[in-house]
């Protein structure tokens, strides 16, 4: 068995549809767990529990000082994530290379057809 | 609370590093269960648990005729995290972009310095 890692809580973290809500609010920039709870329609407590799992898998960091403590989005580890998935490019590229060739072919018989009649 | 999704259950799929190290194995080609069970040093249920997360998840096809049903990569959902984390994508470039102009700095000061001397 391989030890936990830093990419897997980054991808745990990431497996649920509002802690990625959450980011795309960060990303309009940083903001408060009350203003972070309005939209979402949840619980202090709730979003706070997501939040943790956010600040634990370093996806944010939370103002220690300020009353308020907003969070704001840390991008390093969603640039791991990228790193990650990167290296499987060419698998979709290679599916999308396939898919224009087999288009390309569909086209040159519509010409061809064309040219029959 | 936001239903279950398929990015969801693709980013819980990864969470792994086991699974992931499988489908860095099967972008080398396809592998059938005890293929992929040799160098890992797992049972093969073991190996096949991770199989059938990875499969749910739409990570990886099993071929169902042949004997030995290898498994195979199936990109589409790694491009579905690649397209999500794309859009983040400018918060990681306006670090390095920081990162930069620091150096740069940095740099600048050690000229001035080294005038000075």
Redesign the interface.
Known sequence: ?????D???T??A?????R??I??RL?AGEASVSELARPFD?SLPAISKHLKVLERAGLIVRARAAQRRPCR?E??R??D??D??????R??D??LDRLEAYLGELQGKDADHGRDN
């Open positions: 068995m391989m030890p936990p890692d990419l897997s809580s991808f745990a990431l497996a649920d549809p509002t990625r809500a980011l795309a990303a949840m989005l991008a390093a969603l640039k994530v990228a990650w998935i990167a290296r499987y490019r698998f979709w290679a599916s």
